[in-house]
């Protein structure tokens, strides 16, 4: 079975500039959960979607948001970049439906922003 | 707030020996806490998901937890070389989802 995928793995933008981050995943695994990752903050969570739902957000700013497709794919936006929106952005998704469950990342995409 | 623990290290180990991996969280009615490995550039891969008081064993890795105590632990035995790399400790909290709180990671080398 595939594992999860993102696309761009890397990507270069400058400060004011829009980003749309893809995530695809597991086959059959409808939570998808967007995670940053930065040296100084470390692993951070952004949201969760489950069944095209937004079912929990993290403590980021309005500037981020996401959505997910009726197929479980999902993508993340940021708008209006900021040097320190340079980070890891990390996909996971997990089988479980409720309760709690194993996630598994997908490679990242590397956003670095100038 | 939400909070994980873990000490940052580095922590060295010889190969062969045992690494001990420590992590406490905050949040009491946490159910749900696992161990991820990251090697540098790469994203976490999942060792061990762990959800009841006690030890959970897999190959070569034991997982702990002591909920009373608000403690969670993982045991590699016979490490390699190739473990080198910061492990991750994550805790679901009792929110409903996925929306897990990882610790800072602790970085583990293993001398040859």
């Known amino acids: 079975k595939a594992g999860v995928t993102q696309t761009p793995r890397y990507l270069i933008k400058t400060r004011g500039q829009q980003v749309t981050l893809s995530c695809s995943p597991i086959?059959?695994?409808?939570?998808v959960s967007w995670y940053q990752q930065t040296p100084g903050q470390g692993l951070q969570f952004l949201f969760e979607?489950?069944?095209?739902?937004?079912?929990n957000k993290g403590n980021f700013p309005g500037r981020f948001s996401g959505r997910q497709f009726s197929n479980s794919r999902s993508e993340m936006n940021v708008s209006t970049l900021e040097l320190g929106d340079s980070a890891l952005y990390l996909c996971?998704?997990?089988?479980?439906?409720?309760?709690?469950?194993?996630?598994?990342f997908g490679p990242g995409t590397r956003l670095t922003v100038t | 707030q939400k909070e994980v623990e873990q000490n940052s290290g580095p922590l060295s180990v010889p190969e062969g020996a045992i690494a001990s991996l420590n992590c406490t969280y905050s949040?009491?009615?946490?159910?749900?806490f696992f161990w991820y490995r990251q090697y540098s550039g790469k994203s976490p891969e999942l060792i061990m998901s762990i959800y009841s008081n006690g030890d959970k064993e897999d190959g070569r890795f034991t997982a702990q937890l002591n909920k009373a105590s608000q403690y969670v632990s993982l045991l590699i035995r016979d490490s390699q070389p190739s473990d080198s790399a910061t492990y991750l400790c994550a805790v679901n909290p009792p929110s409903g989802g996925q929306n897990f709180v990882f610790g800072p990671g602790t970085r583990l080398s293993v001398l040859p």
């Open positions: 949040d009491r009615g946490s159910q749900s």
């Open positions: 979607y489950f069944s095209e739902t937004q079912r």
């Open positions: 996971a998704s997990s089988l479980v439906e409720t309760g709690s469950g194993e996630q598994y």
């Open positions: 086959s059959g695994h409808r939570s």
